[in-house]
T-cell receptor, first 113, second 108 residues
Framework: DVKVTQSSRYLVKRTGEKVFLECVQD?????MFWYRQDPGLGLRLIYF???????EKGDIPEGYSVSREKKERFSLILESASTNQTSMYLC????????????FGPGTRLTVT | SQQGEEDPQALSIQEGENATMNCSYK?????LQWYRQNSGRGLVHLIL?????REKHSGRLRVTLDTSKKSSSLLITASRAADTASYFC????????FGKGNQVVVIP
């Protein structure tokens, strides 16, 4: 079975802190994704990556950056956390682009105070 | 970007009944996918239906796709308490776009 793990289930950070969310997949998937999920808004794509060291902006990239130095690891970085970044963050991976399902991690619930 | 929209938003049914959810979208797609999310957890892929398919089954799940109406439905037959979850449709027109989700509560 594909396993996608995220570094933390719950995280509390202060405004202005730099925050790292880590995601690791163990199935040699090419594609990895970061979403945030908010009530009433569904899932929104922040960034995605189709290859090592490659990244593409999603629908809401402002205030975030990503890093993919190894195929199995995709990190989301909040350079200076703000309260409006309080959310559930979901990482996902898929084998290839197009016609493939995504496998999700358990999520990180981030609270910025 | 294109986005699936599920209808109804919330559904409450008795165990053993069938649950039906609909999803509409606006632009052309390669495939449409349905996911389930249990409270506070990640999403789990349920089923993928390609644009040239009209119906697909997986266990107690039945998905239909009508590309002329740009809509899909997910039917869960003989529901169980464990089916209580949020259900999302996601349209793939190059990358996945998720709807806002359907909350389904199955009462034992």
């Amino acid at each position: 079975d594909v396993k996608v793990t995220q570094s933390s289930r719950y995280l509390v950070k202060r405004t202005g802190e730099k925050v790292f969310l880590e995601c690791v997949q163990d199935m040699d998937h090419e594609n990895m994704f970061w979403y945030r999920q908010d009530p009433g808004l569904g899932l929104r794509l922040i960034y995605f990556s189709y290859d090592v060291k490659m990244k593409e902006k999603g629908d809401i990239p402002e205030g975030y950056s990503v890093s993919r130095e190894k195929k199995e690891r995709f990190s989301l970085i909040l350079e200076s956390a703000s309260t409006n970044q309080t959310s559930m963050y979901l990482c996902a991976s898929s084998l290839l682009a197009g016609n493939y399902e995504q496998y999700f991690g358990p999520g990180t619930r981030l609270t910025v105070t | 970007s294109q986005q699936g929209e599920e209808d109804p938003q919330a559904l409450s049914i008795q165990e053993g009944e069938n649950a039906t959810m609909n999803c509409s979208y606006k632009t052309s797609i390669n495939n449409l996918q349905w996911y389930r999310q249990n409270s506070g957890r990640g999403l789990v892929h349920l089923i993928l239906i390609r644009s040239n398919e009209r119906e697909k089954h997986s266990g107690r799940l039945r998905v239909t796709l009508d590309t002329s109406k740009k809509s899909s439905s997910l039917l869960i037959t003989a529901s169980r308490a464990a089916d209580t979850a949020s259900y999302f449709c996601a349209t793939d027109g190059g990358r996945l776009a998720f709807g806002k989700g359907n909350q389904v509560v199955v009462i034992p």
